[in-house]
């Protein structure tokens, strides 16, 4: 994961567990007396609240359930945005020479790198690439993006036999294999200028 994803995340869960934090002291002050009785004996929600609900009752909660779903979805996409999956690489060393040195290189930046290599292309609209495996001997999984009108074999060539053979002599690797998706996209409209 990167600094940024990692400092945003530390943000965002650092407001949230204070905010819990904070509305969980002023329920417990509350119904231990410490705020007065006049708080402890009340009801914890104002009239005008519990009365709105009661007014509005037919789409009310329908509109919390579906609020409800929609911050579960959108935690679970957090979550599972957090987790690696099961081969894909981090980050991996590259050795610098027979001195024992080595640089590490974050797999997600390679990955950025050899993407916009194979975007260079003019027939390419985009490309996403993806690590996996083992640093030493890794599988590359390309998907890229072809305008319709493109020469396939011009594409193919290039990706095959330059830009992931970079790689390959950049990151060092023994073998690379990968795996090439194309997937045709609009080709881009004219100017008539």
């Not at 104002?46 to 579906?66: I, K, P, Q």
């Not at 996209?185 to 004219?190: L, Y």
């Amino acid at each position: 994961m990167s600094g940024d994803v990692d400092r945003i995340n530390r943000y965002v869960l650092s407001s949230l567990g204070f905010v819990l934090i904070v509305i969980g002291g002023y329920g417990l002050a509350r119904s231990f007396g410490s705020l007065g009785d006049r708080y402890s004996t009340g009801a914890f929600l104002s009239t005008n609240v519990t009365s709105f609900v009661a007014r509005n009752s037919e789409w009310f909660w329908v509109v919390a359930a579906l609020a409800a779903l929609l911050v579960g979805y959108l935690a679970w996409r957090w979550l599972a945005s957090q987790i690696p999956t099961p081969n894909s690489l981090g980050q991996f060393e590259l050795n610098s020479d027979d001195s024992g040195g080595f640089t590490r290189v974050r797999a997600r930046a390679a990955a950025n790198g050899l993407a916009r290599d194979i975007a260079r292309h003019d027939a390419v609209r985009a490309a996403r690439v993806k690590l996996i495996a083992d640093a030493r001997s890794p599988e590359v999984e390309v998907k890229v993006d072809v305008y319709e009108n493109a020469d396939f074999v011009s594409v193919r060539a290039y990706v095959e036999d330059e830009a992931l053979e970079r790689f390959q002599r950049m990151i060092d690797a023994v073998d690379l294999r990968a795996s090439i998706e194309f997937n045709l996209s609009e080709a881009p409209a004219r100017s008539l200028a």
